[in-house]
């Protein structure tokens, strides 16, 4: 059907609404147990969690956990141009083929 033939609302739409309001009475509530029954396949955050880029933009205050990854980071030695070629090397990247490394 192309748009200009749509019929205009009637006795068919009407029959497929209640068609529609049946069928989904007959589903079955599903609990988060069924619908996600491992925690272990997401981890399910209970409250919006702070990002360096609310941060970064003034929009959130950071969090302690999130200064102290920041201090360790900072804290943290720099790596040398061989290790960094090195782990480059090593990994295969998104085509995970090490003969093509990122």
């Known amino acids: 059907m192309k748009p200009d033939d749509t019929p205009e609302d009637g006795p068919f739409a009407k029959l497929v609404d209640e068609q529609l309001e049946l069928a989904a009475a007959r589903l079955p509530a599903l609990e988060p ?3 996600h029954p ?3 396949d997401h981890e399910e955050r209970r409250e919006p969690h702070t990002t360096l880029e609310d ?3 003034g ?3 950071p969090t302690q956990e999130m200064l102290e990854e920041l201090a360790a980071l900072d804290a943290a ?3 040398s141009d061989e290790e960094l070629a ?3 090397l090593a990994d295969g990247g998104a085509d995970n083929d090490p003969s093509t490394p990122e």
Do not use: D, G, T
């Open 55 to 57: 941060v970064l933009l």
């Open 59 to 61: 929009n959130a205050e």
């Open 38 to 40: 491992s925690p272990v």
């Open 33 to 35: 147990a069924v619908a």
């Open 86 to 88: 090195r782990q480059a």
């Open 77 to 79: 030695p720099a790596l």
